[in-house]
Each structure stands twice: as structure tokens, then as C-alpha cells.
């Protein structure tokens, strides 16, 4: 079948490059039919898209300019055309499910002035990326990605959280911020929009634009577009002069800036445009593709000793423990207290975050007195449990080399970099180059500080998580903060981006009117059954208990649930889901599903298909809100039931409510 297809596409490209139609346009069809993607070459190259002949984007244009003045796109002369079918299935690493259909049809458009055009339709999206193939070195000026939508379409933005600063300034941020959900019309134009950014299309449709494969390229912020209901990809152009600086003297500071946005090296592969659709709002959950479009380990490493799992942390709880006969803070005590708690759950990982290392010295050789760092890692190997080291961007970047060979060969497991805080080329390079160095010597990576991910964790798996997102530790201190809504909303725009480290797994809980910002004891928005069931719905294959070690010894029922959730799965189904209002999530690690559900501040009743479970008898543990749990966000009930045999299961949850549950055939 699949050569067939291949055959009839491939006569569909010569009649088209034979000049059978005098337009050059090319219609590229969906693998299912249903999205099909029209591009035509002209003076300018535009594409347009339909689904199920809804029109979801009109004749948008794409162009690349070089700084010699050449470019791709504008007066093009076509020199050859080719659309091939590709279905294959990739094995995934380190991700929400084992396999992945990687099906789609291709379009390949050669030109004269030394670059290629190439789409791919999906079923579930679209996508398209420039590729080089002059032989010398170049620069590049900008890049034209838009957008063009055919109405006023509300759009959820995620804008830049530097509404103060010039639009260069808004380059560096740290890509953390809530949703403005407004029309296109009301974009901000003082302010940038990072990715990934969802449009919401007729009948129900949604479009999620982000990007992936970025490698050696800046990335794409989102800005209001030059037509009217428009967006439009903007690119940090390449930093000129950077200092150290601002937090603690561990970033880097751009204080002037070149006239291009990227450096390339003759042939070239650029970053992927990707524009994702989906029908129904909970399949934007479980969207696969980030991680499809990009490269695979270029060295065919084996990664298979890469151990993801959970980590108890330090930072949010502020190293906040008690019922102990010393001083806690950053020392040996404290973290052999956290050792000794992570050991006796079963919990993989124990991180030093900022601290360990001299402040304001940028220099990860040097060690406060407090901690005698050799002495934690025997410690903890004799205890089963592994460390995991917090670095400054500027501190690691000074020997990247050095500072991974010194502390693998300690014994060190892993590094949390943080305060990148950019996506220009340079730091676009860093995560790669951190990521291969960190390979070498077998560390995991985990990017803070960060832009949101665009499938490096496929090209090297060692990157096993991600911030770039509006995470609990921001309970420390924004006392305005709309979590509970922001929850049911990530799960629909960022993470269909990859995997972030948001950090859940509070014990102290509020409603809505007992919330408030604390810094050094922080409490969640919503219930206890909604920070359980975040370790299902939010894709985290390095997931942080947050809380501190007291707190959870005095809850060991809610412990002993989170620590057995596994953080890298066999399958993931979405089960249901509205943008904003509640999602439900199920995966399946070996013969045990877990499912959760959030809902936003309106208590809510579901019924649940559990259909996916096949046949057979089921028994399950649930957690739930409790009776009182509108009023106490920490009451919760668990209960152990049969899964009926018609697998329906009705499901409630108090006002910023959660469920969840554990599925074991008997």
C-alpha cells in the first residue's frame, strides 16, 4: 500500500513541475485526507490550510532573507518538485509512550537560488522548514514565518512577562507567564508572545503553533502579524556583546546586538514550523509532533542508562524541615535528612539547588564549607539514591567539559541548568552542546531558566526536562496568581511542546479565598487530589516532590501513592478535556494505568470511558476530594473499588478540584 501511494503522489509532483499548471501550486493532502495544505510559488511562496475544507489559515507567506542580499522565497524560480509518502514508527526513549506513528506526506520543493522548501502533512498537523544547499557560509538576515488567519480568531497568548521593556529587551525573559485569551485583533503590540501559542478555529478546532528541531537557529517568538488577523514568527538577532550579570553573576547579559539573527554553515537544516490541529481539545494532550519532527542522536548513542524518576527538592520548601535536632539550611545534615527520606520511599533522586556552590563567584569548583559534597554521594549510594547538582548558565558554560568529567567521576548523576533566560543562537548551541557533554560522561540534564522544548530530549535523551513554564514556585510569592486555571490550561499548549518541570506536590493546600503567597512555608491553589493528580496529567520524566521531607512523613497515605507513580510511560490516552476549564490523562506503565483529572475552580462531575482497559477484571485504588474539601483543600478520600464491567466510572471534584486513580488488573 504504501508503495502505491508513493507512485500516484510522486505522478501528482511531475505534473506539477512539468508545468502542467502555470501557477506552480501544489496541493499536499493529509495521509487521512482531511487536512490538506496548498502552496504556491510565485513572486512570493505562500502556503494556505484546510481542514475538512474548513479553511484554518489563508495564503501565508515564507521567505528566508540572507544579509548578502539572497533570498529564499521572494521572485523564486522553481527548479524541481517531489511529494513522497513516509510510515514508519519510532521508538521513543525517554517519553508518555513507547511508540509513535511517524506517517505523513511530503512535499519537496528544490529552487534555483540554493535552498529547498519542505512541507509534511500529518493527520494531526503541519509543518514546513527551510533547508539549505549552498556550499559556504552565510548569515541570515530574518526569517518570514506568518500566520494568516481567515477571521478574528480569540488566540491564547503567553506574552513575554516584561511588558515594560522595549521589544529587543523582551529577548531575554525567562518564558514563564499565564494566558491572555483574546482576540487576534487585541494582540499587545509592545509586547512579544513566546511559543507555543493556540488560535481557536471554526467548529471547535484548535491550531497550536510552536516549532521543533531547533538546533543552530534562534527561536521563534510570535508578534502581531503585518495583516489583519495575523501573527508572525520575530528571532533575537545574533547578541554582539554579552557581560556576566544579573542573578547572583549568572547570566549573560546582551547589551548589543549584530544586524542578522543566525550564522549557518553552507547546507543547512532550519528549525520546523509546526502548526498543530486538533479537532477535540483533550487530543492537543497527547500531540507527538515536537518529538517526531526532530533529529534523532546523531551519534546512534546508547542512552539506555539514562534512569528517569522522582526527585525530592530543596529550593520551593526553602530547605524548610523540622522535628530535627539540627540546623537545617544548605549542609551535610539537611541533606542527609533528604537522602534518608528519598531512600526509605523509594525516590531516585535528591537535588542540591542553589547553594552548594560559592555565590556570586560563578564557579562550580567551588564548594561552601557546609557541604562536604563527596561525603553526600557515598551517603547516598550507600542508601540507593543518586544527586543531582543545580549550575548557573555563566558557571557551567565557563568548562562545560570540566565541570561534567570532574562530577561524573564523583558520582554526580545529573545537572539542573539554570537562568539561560534567551533563545538566540548562542544559547540555542549551549543546550546542544551541554546536552552532548553531559551524554558523554552519562548525566541527565535538566534546563531551568528556559525556552520551552523543541524535541532536543529525542536528539539527545539525556535531556530529560524542561521548565519554561508558570510552575508552583510561583506560590512563593505571586499572591494574584490564578494557578488552578493556568493547570487546565498547560496541558493543552505547553505541553504539547514536551515534558516541564513544574514542580508539584504540595501538602499544604488552599481554596481559593485561604490562598495566599508565602515564601518560606508555600501552599498550593486547590485541593491535595489535585497535586496527586498532576504527576499523571503533566508529562515529567524527572518530577519533583517539592515539598519538604517533614511534611511528607506527616502524610505518608498521599507519599506513598506519589512516589510509586512511574514518570516515563508504555501508553498515554486522552480521555477528555476543555481548554481552561478540566482535562483527564491516562497512561500505562507495564500492566498499571493511572489516570487523573483537574478541573478549574468549578466543582464538577465526569463520566469516564475506561474502555482502553480491554477485558478482563480490574480492581483500583482512588483518591478523591474529600466532603469538606471546598472548605479544606488538603481533605481527601481514598477508597478501593471494582472497575464496573461496562467501564464507566462517574467522577467528582470540589472547586479547584483533582482525582486519581491506580489500575491493576486482578
Known amino acids: 500500500m504504501k508503495i502505491v501511494r508513493f507512485f500516484i503522489l510522486f505522478a501528482i509532483a511531475i505534473a506539477y513541475s512539468s508545468g502542467i499548471y502555470a501557477e506552480k501550486s501544489f496541493v499536499l493532502p493529509s495521509p487521512d485526507g482531511k487536512l490538506t495544505v496548498s502552496v504556491a510559488v510565485d513572486k512570493n511562496i505562500t502556503y494556505s490550510v484546510k481542514h475538512e475544507g474548513v479553511v484554518l489559515l489563508e495564503a501565508s507567506p515564507v521567505s528566508m532573507t540572507l544579509a548578502n542580499g539572497v533570498s529564499f522565497g521572494k521572485n523564486p524560480h522553481l527548479k524541481s518538485s517531489l511529494i513522497r509518502e513516509t510510515n514508519e514508527t519510532i521508538q521513543a526513549a525517554v517519553y508518555k509512550k513507547n511508540t509513535i506513528s511517524n506517517h505523513y506526506n511530503e512535499l519537496t520543493l528544490a529552487f534555483k537560488e540554493g535552498f529547498q522548501l519542505l512541507f509534511r502533512a500529518y493527520d ?82 484548535k491550531i497550536c503553533i510552536t516549532e521543533a528541531d531547533l538546533l543552530h537557529y534562534p527561536g521563534m517568538f510570535l508578534y502581531k502579524g503585518d495583516a489583519a488577523n495575523s501573527l508572525k514568527g520575530v528571532f533575537a538577532p545574533y547578541p554582539k556583546d554579552i557581560v556576566q550579570g544579573g542573578h547572583n553573576m549568572l547570566q549573560g547579559l546582551v547589551k548589543s546586538r549584530e544586524s542578522y539573527i543566525a550564522k549557518a554553515n553552507g547546507k543547512t537544516n532550519f528549525p520546523w514550523r509546526v502548526i498543530i490541529v486538533a479537532t477535540e481539545d483533550k487530543d492537543l ?102 544527586l543531582i547538582l543545580w549550575a ?114 504540595a501538602m499544604k493546600n488552599a481554596t481559593k479565598g485561604n490562598y495566599r503567597a508565602v515564601y518560606n512555608e508555600p501552599m498550593s491553589q486547590g485541593t ?80 469516564l470511558d475506561l474502555s482502553f482497559l480491554g477485558k478482563g477484571d480490574f480492581e483500583a485504588v482512588i483518591f478523591r476530594d474529600g466532603a469538606n474539601a471546598d472548605r479544606a483543600a488538603r481533605d481527601y478520600h481514598v477508597e478501593n473499588i471494582t472497575i464496573p464491567s461496562d467501564r464507566k466510572l462517574k467522577i467528582e471534584m470540589a472547586s479547584g478540584g483533582g482525582w486519581v486513580i491506580k489500575i491493576k488488573k486482578k
Not at 346 to 363: C, S
Request: proline residues 5%.
Open 124 to 205: 494531526d498537523g503541519l509543518s514546513w522548514r527551510f533547508v539549505s544547499t549552498l556550499k559556504t557560509p552565510f548569515e541570515v538576515a530574518d526569517e518570514e514565518a506568518s500566520f494568516n488567519f481567515p477571521a478574528d480568531n480569540k488566540a491564547y497568548i503567553p506574552y513575554v512577562n516584561a511588558s515594560n521593556k522595549t521589544l529587543e529587551q523582551q529577548f531575554s525573559n525567562s518564558f514563564e507567564n499565564t494566558y491572555a485569551h483574546i482576540p487576534l485583533s487585541t494582540f499587545d503590540e509592545k509586547r512579544l508572545a513566546f511559543a507555543p501559542v493556540l488560535v481557536e478555529g471554526e467548529g471547535g478546532r
Open 285 to 386: 494532550t497527547n500531540s507527538d509532533m515536537v518529538y517526531r519532527l526532530a533529529s534523532p542522536n546523531p551519534e546512534k548513542a546508547d542512552f539506555s542508562w539514562i534512569k528517569p524518576g522522582k526527585v525530592a527538592w530543596d529550593w520551593w520548601n526553602d530547605w524548610n524541615i523540622y522535628n530535627v535536632d539540627f540546623k537545617s539550611g544548605v549542609n551535610n545534615d539537611t541533606y542527609k535528612y533528604y537522602i534518608d527520606f528519598a531512600s526509605k520511599e523509594g525516590i531516585e533522586y535528591v537535588i542540591l539547588d542553589e547553594g552548594w556552590a560559592v555565590n556570586l563567584k560563578a564557579d562550580l569548583f567551588q564548594i561552601v564549607p557546609e557541604i562536604n559534597l563527596q561525603e553526600l554521594v557515598d551517603y547516598a549510594k550507600s542508601k540507593n539514591v543518586s
Open 392 to 505: 548557573g548558565y555563566w558557571a557551567i558554560n565557563r568548562d562545560i567539559e570540566g565541570v561534567c568529567r570532574h562530577y561524573s567521576e564523583m558520582g554526580i548523576k545529573g545537572f539542573k541548568v539554570d537562568f539561560m533566560d534567551r533563545d538566540d543562537q548562542p544559547i540555542v548551541e549551549f543546550y546542544a552542546e551541554v546536552a552532548r557533554i553531559a551524554a558523554k560522561y552519562h548525566l541527565l540534564v535538566d534546563f531551568h531558566g528556559a525556552y520551552k522544548p523543541t524535541g532536543l530530549q529525542r536528539t539527545y535523551p539525556n535531556v530529560i526536562n524542561f521548565e519554561g513554564v508558570y510552575g508552583l514556585e510561583q506560590m512563593k510569592w505571586d499572591a494574584k496568581a490564578d494557578q488552578v486555571t493556568y493547570d487546565v490550561t498547560i496541558p493543552f499548549i505547553r505541553m504539547a511542546a514536551g515534558p516541564f518541570d513544574y514542580t508539584q506536590g
Open 528 to 607: 491535595r487530589c489535585r497535586q496527586l493528580a498532576e504527576y499523571v496529567i503533566f508529562e515529567s520524566p524527572l518530577n519533583m516532590l517539592c515539598d519538604n521531607p517533614s511534611n511528607y512523613m506527616a502524610e505518608p497515605e498521599c507519599t506513598r501513592f506519589i512516589a510509586e507513580i512511574p514518570t516515563v510511560w508504555d501508553e498515554t490516552v486522552a480521555l477528555n478535556g476543555k481548554v481552561g476549564e478540566y482535562v483527564t490523562i491516562a497512561r500505562r506503565k507495564g500492566d498499571t494505568w493511572y489516570a487523573g483529572s483537574l478541573t478549574n475552580w468549578t466543582p464538577r462531575s465526569l463520566e
